[in-house]
Nanobody
Framework: QVQLVESGGGLVQPGGSLRLSCAAS????????MGWYRQAPGKQRELVVV???????NYADSVKGRFTISRHNAKNTVYLQMNSLKPEDTAVYYC????????WGKGTLVTVSS
């Protein structure tokens, strides 16, 4: 069994920054991909960014140039640095990992508001 635990959400003003973290624990042999999705109120869950074990990252167009994913393989942890936040970035952010199958965290709320 694998657990994903997110941290770092909160309230931030437009133009501000936040850093999310997600740590994977449990029966982990190899993480083939890890990243973030988000779900805004009344909308479907959407990709933010996913990075593969080979170092390839796929960003949503809406966050390119503002968000950066990084990964600490030894700690089975992935980070999401979010800069120049906009009100439309408000959502619950879910950590995702593919470790033989798909795993999801419980989510952390990011609110961008003045």
């Amino acid at each position: 069994q694998v657990q994903l635990v997110e941290s770092g959400g909160g309230l931030v003003q437009p133009g501000g920054s936040l850093r999310l973290s997600c740590a994977a624990s449990g029966s982990i042999l190899s993480i083939s991909a890890m990243g973030w999705y988000r779900q805004a109120p009344g909308k479907q869950r959407e990709l933010v960014v996913v990075t593969t074990s080979g170092g390839i990252s796929n960003y949503a167009d809406s966050v390119k140039g503002r968000f950066t994913i990084s990964r600490h393989n030894a700690k089975n942890t992935v980070y999401l640095q979010m800069n120049s936040l906009k009100p439309e970035d408000t959502a619950v952010y879910y950590c995702y990992a593919h470790i033989g199958t798909h795993y999801w965290g419980k989510g952390t709320l990011v609110t961008v508001s003045s």
